[in-house]
């Protein structure tokens, strides 16, 4: 692989990283409402919906959707219909602390996190354009090239790596601020409803991106 282009496409991920966008809101929101282990564990499920989108650019998910438009727009829709699924739970969930008697919140599924966040990754139809638009820029072609499936996977894992730095530290300053008030019950009650309105907007910007 070319060593300048390599260089570049780390300071270009880099940058695009740390730019707020529907992953790093999405893994904000859980440990906004559930603290940094609840986080960690959605920035990780983040991270293996990205090995996902990896593997399958690297062995022809372009030529799926070239031949098959009506997959992206599928994937697109089940992607709105979760978020909404997301925003309307956990604003449910919010009703029920209300009241003045203090009673302990039930522990949030570590496993149900990570799923929902690799799910949402998945489901997110501007990472595959990423990968089809903004990766094949950094490939190299001619006698001394790797092959480009080869190319594609370690492309992929730089961006896999930078993505769960990033999310991992939005994880960990956002649980941080919050294991400080959960205690305090009204306050946990308005994190959980700022986090389904977080899903609820993820939701329309999913559905508007497409009009666009």
């Given at each position: 692989m070319n060593h300048a282009l390599l260089i570049a496409f780390v300071v270009a991920v880099a940058l695009i990283s740390v730019v707020p966008g529907p992953d790093m809101m999405f893994v904000l929101a859980h440990a906004v409402s559930g603290g940094r282990r609840t986080g960690f564990v959605a920035a990780a499920g983040m991270s293996t919906g990205l090995t996902v989108h990896t593997v399958a650019a690297a062995f022809g998910l372009g030529a799926l959707i070239r031949t098959a438009p009506l997959v992206l727009e599928g994937i697109r829709i089940a992607g709105a219909l979760f978020l909404v699924y997301l925003a309307v739970m956990t604003w449910r969930a919010s009703?029920?602390?209300?009241?003045?008697?203090?009673?302990p919140s039930k522990p949030r599924s570590l496993p149900r996190v990570y799923v929902m966040a690799v799910l949402t990754n998945l489901a997110n139809p501007k990472v595959i354009l990423f990968y089809l638009a903004f990766m094949p820029q950094f490939l190299t072609t001619g006698a001394h090239s790797w092959p480009a499936t080869a190319q594609f996977l370690?492309?992929?894992?730089?961006f896999i790596a930078i993505g769960i730095v990033v999310d991992s530290s939005v994880a960990m300053l956002a649980g941080t601020f919050s294991e400080r008030v959960l205690r305090r019950q009204a306050f946990r009650r308005w994190l959980e409803r700022a986090s389904a309105t977080i899903f609820g907007a993820l939701a329309v910007r999913l559905m508007l991106d497409a009009t666009q």
């Amino acid at each position: 692989m070319n060593h300048a282009l390599l260089i570049a496409f780390v300071v270009a991920v880099a940058l695009i990283s740390v730019v707020p966008g529907p992953d790093m809101m999405f893994v904000l929101a859980h440990a906004v409402s559930g603290g940094r282990r609840t986080g960690f564990v959605a920035a990780a499920g983040m991270s293996t919906g990205l090995t996902v989108h990896t593997v399958a650019a690297a062995f022809g998910l372009g030529a799926l959707i070239r031949t098959a438009p009506l997959v992206l727009e599928g994937i697109r829709i089940a992607g709105a219909l979760f978020l909404v699924y997301l925003a309307v739970m956990t604003w449910r969930a919010s009703r029920g602390r209300g009241g003045s008697v203090r009673t302990p919140s039930k522990p949030r599924s570590l496993p149900r996190v990570y799923v929902m966040a690799v799910l949402t990754n998945l489901a997110n139809p501007k990472v595959i354009l990423f990968y089809l638009a903004f990766m094949p820029q950094f490939l190299t072609t001619g006698a001394h090239s790797w092959p480009a499936t080869a190319q594609f996977l370690v492309l992929g894992a730089i961006f896999i790596a930078i993505g769960i730095v990033v999310d991992s530290s939005v994880a960990m300053l956002a649980g941080t601020f919050s294991e400080r008030v959960l205690r305090r019950q009204a306050f946990r009650r308005w994190l959980e409803r700022a986090s389904a309105t977080i899903f609820g907007a993820l939701a329309v910007r999913l559905m508007l991106d497409a009009t666009q």
